[in-house]
């Protein structure tokens, strides 16, 4: 495990952001990230971070003492330690999730990970960056989930789902943008097109405002 990872940060947060959301997590934020989001609320972890070794992340995890673990970024699938990293959480107990953004491919993933894959829609300036083939490799542990900021969104983000019937794969989840969307709307948008999708809050911003990281 002597690998190096890129890494921005390691902390225990609640989870905010899948079917887990409201539980203890454990972080891991791999630096470095192939898209540039218009309302990316993690720009920090962008570049950067700092080099640390597959067998010290597993480490720093363990002494967090939480039981579940979530790997995100940027883009940690770009790293290729980061599969070893997967690996090593899953042989070491941990309930593992992995936060992709889409555009890498899941096939190489251990299939003990939990994995919450974005589709980007168009408000984010990556509408179109999805890999097709990664919803062939999805399975009914797995969520895909949709981040909107407005009718455009939700409307590509709805004909999305329909057209590939994702509520019969695996969870799907529409999460508004803070401030750019309100979530009553949302809300009412999903009820109104009858659509079997999970209303998701980013709930660490809910529980620290004024986190700018590290939550």
Not at 73 to 89: I, V
Not at 146 to 165: I, K
Request: proline share 4%; net charge negative; aromatic share 6%.
């Amino acid at each position: 495990m002597g690998e190096l990872l890129r890494v921005s940060e390691v902390f225990l947060s609640i989870q905010g952001e899948s079917t887990r959301a409201g539980l203890p997590c454990a972080m891991v934020r791999l630096a470095g990230c192939n898209l540039r989001c218009a309302w990316c609320d993690t720009k920090y972890a962008w570049d950067a971070g700092q080099p640390r070794t597959v067998r010290q992340v597993l480490d720093e995890v363990a002494a967090l003492c939480c039981r579940r673990v979530e790997v995100t970024g940027g883009e940690p699938l770009l790293q290729p330690a980061a599969l070893e990293l997967l690996r090593g959480l899953c042989e070491a107990g941990f309930e593992t999730l992995l936060e992709t953004n889409g555009t890498c491919d899941l096939s190489g993933v251990d299939g003990r990970v939990v994995r919450i894959v974005d589709v980007k829609c168009p408000s984010s300036g990556e509408g179109g960056s999805f890999r097709r083939e990664n919803l062939d490799l999805l399975t009914g542990r797995d969520e895909v989930k949709f981040v909107l900021a407005d009718r455009g969104d939700f409307d590509f983000a709805a004909g999305f789902v329909r057209r590939h019937d994702l509520t019969g794969c695996c969870a799907v989840i529409f999460s508004p943008v803070a401030g750019r969307l309100a979530p009553a709307t949302l809300a009412e948008w999903i009820l109104a097109e009858g659509l079997d999708v999970r209303l998701g809050v980013q709930l660490h911003k809910v529980i620290w405002p004024d986190a700018a990281r590290g939550r």
